[in-house]
């Protein structure tokens, strides 16, 4: 591994890697040539061919991962390496490492803690190297993100960026496949950090690799994910719709069992009164489930924000 410093810092060039025997050896030896002072770092998640033989030959340091899924191994990156900048990128040789200096530069300028790597992929690969679908589905769920979350990302989605120390060791990695940029997005969000957006190119996997991605299984990961994390994050807003819908509900269903009792001064629809009183009493007890969850929310931004800023920050030298 390298010892030298860029601009005074350690930058680890971590990369993670299933099967990837065609490509990985070629990512190496680019982010070793375009970033010399850099260090590599490859995450042999549990591969059945010679990704770790080839990656170790071509430099790199190895290190296996055994439980399958790439936020698995995101979990294990941020807490074996140590270094005061961490770049992360998909080990199939479809990122440009050239633009590794663009990452890292921003990061560093504008005193960030995320930077991500916009794709931009030239029009004559653009069938390619990032199908139609994908970007389809990737503006439907970044979309998703910054409609709940806010922010302004363009491609939540890219497995190419720069993390700053504060960021890598603060990351409470809990998702297991490639649901994990999605997680990575949102923990920015939720703790408001600095973060900006790059545009690399994005070219085409070599011949003879194949992309890991599910459009559909890992495209439903994703949205669950962010259901998930909505629940999670956003407690209050989601139990108090709960709560409204099925107030609602409840006051259509009293209405007309309402107005028969001001006009008679009976009930006849018993049924309907106790349904309506039933719902009523469900949209309080949603109201107040959301009201304590999102004291509990609150509490753990708190702790999360208080481990952020336990770690120094980084300092250009």
């Known amino acids: 591994m390298s010892s030298s410093l860029y601009r005074g810092q350690k930058v680890a060039v971590i990369v993670p890697c299933h099967n990837e025997e ?10 070793r040539l375009a970033m010399p002072e850099a260090s590599v770092v ?21 290190i296996p991962v055994a439980l399958r899924g790439k936020g698995n191994v995101v979990r294990r990156m941020f807490a074996d390496v140590e270094a005061d900048i ?8 479809t990122y440009d490492a050239v633009s590794v200096h663009r990452l890292v530069d921003k990061l560093l300028d504008e005193h960030l803690d995320m930077v991500v790597g916009c794709r931009e992929t030239p ?4 069938g390619a190297a990032y199908r139609r679908g994908h970007q389809w589905g990737n503006r439907l769920l970044t979309g998703s993100v910054a409609g709940i979350f806010g922010g302004h990302f363009t491609d939540m989605l890219s ?22 940029e999605t997680e990575l997005t949102v923990h920015a969000l939720e703790l408001r950090m600095a973060c900006g957006e790059v545009v690399t190119p994005y070219g085409s996997r ?11 299984r890992d495209g439903w990961r994703i949205l669950k994910t962010i259901g ?59 109201l107040s489930a959301g009201m304590v969850l999102d004291n509990v929310t609150r509490g753990r931004h708190e702790v999360r924000r208080l481990a952020y800023l336990a770690i120094p920050a980084t300092r250009v030298r």
């Not at 961490?86 to 040789?93: K, L, R």
Request: charged share 20%; with cysteine.
């Open 159 to 180: 497995g190419y960026r720069a993390f700053s120390r504060r960021y890598a060791k603060s990351f409470p990695a809990a998702s297991h496949g490639f649901e994990t």
């Open 22 to 31: 065609v490509a990985v050896a070629r990512v190496v030896c680019d982010f």
């Open 228 to 286: 998930r994390l909505y629940l999670s994050e956003r407690p209050l807003a989601f139990f108090g719709g709960c709560a409204l819908l099925l107030a609602v509900i409840s006051l259509a269903l009293a209405a007309p069992v309402f107005v028969q009792y001001l006009e008679s001064g009976a009930v006849p629809r018993l049924p309907t009164a106790v349904l309506s009183a039933a719902m009523m009493i469900s949209a309080m007890l949603s």
């Open 86 to 93: 961490y770049v992360m990128v998909d080990g199939d040789a």
């Open 42 to 62: 490859v995450f042999d998640n549990n591969s059945a061919d010679r990704t770790a033989e080839l990656a170790r030959a071509a430099g790199a340091e190895v």
């Open 206 to 216: 070599p011949e003879g690799s194949e992309s890991k991605l599910s459009t559909y």
């Open 123 to 126: 029009q004559t690969e653009a």
